[in-house]
């Protein structure tokens, strides 16, 4: 089984600041995406990355993955209090058997 | 839009119980996920379907059963529940289809079990 390591594990900052967080892996993924999600709910799928080196936008956010399908970044700019959660990254492998989830950043911004 | 549905939001058990949560998918996905979420240890797959009748074990099979009677539904069974089977339950569903496996989830069942 690979594993996804997430970095910070707890990031908490002010309203209208800028943030990336991590999501690194010594094993090559297929695709890897990115959740958020809430307290109390299922995590919301927000982006699939397949390609070494993709650039993805979602208004704010920003995703990357890396050029050798090992790693992915998410960039926000200008956080609100509507993007805190929790952020997961999850990496598939190729075989059926689903996703291999990281423990996720919770992210607080703060008003 | 994809929806995926869980049977209850919250759920409260006693020790041997025999529990069933029960998730359904209305986008015709080939593939279905049970996973447990806890804190500090993410989310853990404990069983998986990627067909009618078809199951396989996840990571933490031991004490659940699954059963996929439908293609559109996908049953988690805890045949004595513990209370160390008190968690977040997430069922998920994707086609399957390479390479994204873009998974969707419902909103999840708290199981506390006393």
């Known amino acids: 089984t690979q594993l996804l390591e997430q970095s910070p594990q707890f990031l908490s900052i002010q309203e209208g600041e800028n943030l990336t967080v991590y999501c690194n892996s010594s094993s090559v993924f297929s695709s890897l995406q990115w959740y958020r999600q809430e307290p109390g709910e299922g995590p919301v799928l927000l982006v699939t990355?397949?390609?070494?080196?993709e650039v993805k936008k979602l208004k704010r956010l920003t995703f990357q993955f890396g050029d050798a399908r090992k790693d992915s970044s998410l960039h926000i700019t200008a956080a609100q209090p509507g993007d805190t959660g929790l952020y997961l990254c999850?990496?598939?492998?190729?075989?059926?058997?689903?996703?291999?989830f990281g423990k996720g950043t919770h992210l607080i911004i703060q008003p | 839009d994809v929806k995926v549905t869980q049977s209850s939001r919250y759920l409260v058990k006693r020790t041997g119980e025999k529990v069933f949560l029960e998730c359904v998918q209305d986008m015709d996905h080939e593939n279905m996920f049970w996973y447990r979420q806890d804190p500090g240890l993410g989310l853990r797959l404990i069983y998986f379907?990627?067909?009618?009748?078809?199951?396989e074990k996840g990571d933490i099979p031991e004490g659940y059963s699954v059963s996929r009677e439908k293609k559109e539904r996908f049953s988690l069974i805890l045949e004595s529940a513990s209370t160390n089977q008190t968690s977040m339950y997430l069922c998920?569903?994707?086609?399957?289809?390479?390479?994204?496996?873009?998974?969707?989830f419902g909103p999840g069942t708290r199981l506390t079990v006393t």
């Open positions: 998920a569903s994707s086609h399957l289809v390479v390479p994204e496996y873009e998974q969707y």
């Open positions: 999850a990496g598939a492998e190729g075989g059926a058997d689903g996703l291999t």
């Open positions: 379907s990627y067909d009618v009748k078809m199951k």
């Open positions: 990355v397949v390609t070494g080196g």
